[in-house]
């Protein structure tokens, strides 16, 4: 792995410097190793000798020529003669200092063609890590209420969440994926009793709705499905008893299409945790007295308290109220304690921005039970749905909001699952539906897929002209052909993917494969409309169809990791 290498080479340089007296012993730098935007700044360049010069008030054009030397003789000696196979290429053929002390490298040739046999030799592997180690990793998100359809926000978190666990999958880690009910407390009351209100209303009878319901257009749909099933004969049924089976039955509707939405969006998870089974179980209830027991909670003006406050958050906060009933946070507490006594070591949550105030309690709360740090929030802003360019507020066939299924169903699971992830979850994403079903390069989802199944005519023309695609790798010579500057473009990207999965996981940031993937279907575009992948020169055409594979693998390989398909052909 060519940056990789990079990193170790200038590591080794830096200790040796160091060690023979040239440039001042600095311990761990933490230095940036990217590709330049022009090409005649190399293939590579790093910060390094600016980062140690300002530590130690040095010049950094001084630092970077004592490296440059370094780099030079550990790393572009003996690279004639070498096969493009083998391990011994040498990794640079030129290094240099540029501007105020930035050092660019120019990769041999060679290694990067020796490259490109480790990602066909990878194959569906090329890309993963095992920085994990196996660690149990715990990821909840989605988890809304179960009161009615997913909005379109929620349709967000769930690629979010899912990309995430694909990615902390590919770099080492197990991962959990969950989704919280929270089917207790005054929000599923409020839905029974607007659920019996429609289906008395259905019935015939005269009801006053409830001026706290919910007043969506599905609640009248739920009730009607009810209603078909019983024939209405909990109209005359005691308002306690009604009440009771009309609230379960609506809550099993609403979450088995909740399953359904999600299922069809190809998101799964591994445990559905009711919050009301915990408090069933008594769970809640003992946590509290544990949490007074151990001097962590007390008693005031009638309620129970947890001194958050020793803790990091802001104040104290609520854990019972004074009429007894015990709130979301005492109940959070108790289900995250339940999770990490099931063996996870790292909790990550994806809540809506709205609980931005609630995060600092429960890692307070968490450290004061013995596991700071366990818990990690990741808050995802909403959406703004548009069709070209202007704002939709309103669905088409009900006159309100825009569920998630209607937005999956018009512009489908793949262009949505995509768009959701092309900008950092921190911010505010306008998706523009018009966009989404375009089948247009504007389009970024088809513009990727379309690389993908363009490489795939390519390869069925080859074999309709009767050349055998063979899956072997071609011999030094043969991929020495390649070496016209789109071809090394379309290579240096496609080396890219590594670090990068590393670091969007590590980052939790999957939007970033969606711009990768992007820049290298722009280089592959850009590669194919210059060059004749299969043309009359076998040799030739053998090394630009490896060349092409191998970009197949990574196209397919990072699509895999956002849920997304690749086809092949469009």
Known sequence: ????????????????????????????????????????????????AMVLASKAGRNPRDIADVLVRRLEESACAGKAGKEVATGGVAVLSAVEVAGPGFINFTLDRDRVLSELVRVAGEGEGYGRWDLGRGERVLVEFVSANPVGPLHVGHGRWAALGDALCKLLEAVGYEVGREFYLNDYGAQMEVFAASVEARYLELAGREVEFPAE??????????????????????????????????????????????????????????????ERELHRSGAVKDEVAKLLQEGLAYSKEGAVWMATSRFGDDKDRVLVRSNGAPTYFASDIAYHLDKLARGYGHLINIWGADHHGYVRRMQAALEAKGYPGVLEVILGQLVNLKRGGEPVRMSKRTGEMVTFDELVSEVGRDAARYLFLTRSQDTTLDFDIQLAVEESMENPVYYVQYAHARICSILRYGLGRGMELSEEVPGPETLRLLGAEEEMDLALKIFEFEELVRDAALDRAPHRLTRYLEELAAAFHLFYNRHRVISDDADLTT????????TLQVLRNGLSLLGVSAPESM
């Open 1 to 48: 792995m060519i940056v990789k290498e990079l990193r170790e080479l200038i590591r080794q340089a830096l200790m040796e410097a160091a060690a023979s007296g040239e440039i001042p012993s600095a311990g761990e730098v933490d230095f940036v190793l990217e590709r330049p935007r022009h090409k005649a700044h190399g293939d590579w360049a790093t910060n390094v």
């Open 213 to 274: 319901g919910y007043h969506g257009s599905y609640i009248r749909d739920i009730a009607r499905t009810l209603i078909e099933e019983d024939g209405g004969r909990l109209a005359d049924a005691t308002p306690e008893e009604r009440r009771r089976e009309l609230g379960e039955r609506a809550y099993l509707l609403a979450l088995a299409h909740i399953r359904e939405s999600l299922d069809a969006f190809g998101v799964h998870f591994d445990t559905w945790f009711s």
């Open 543 to 550: 090394a630009r169809l490896f060349l092409v594979r191998c």
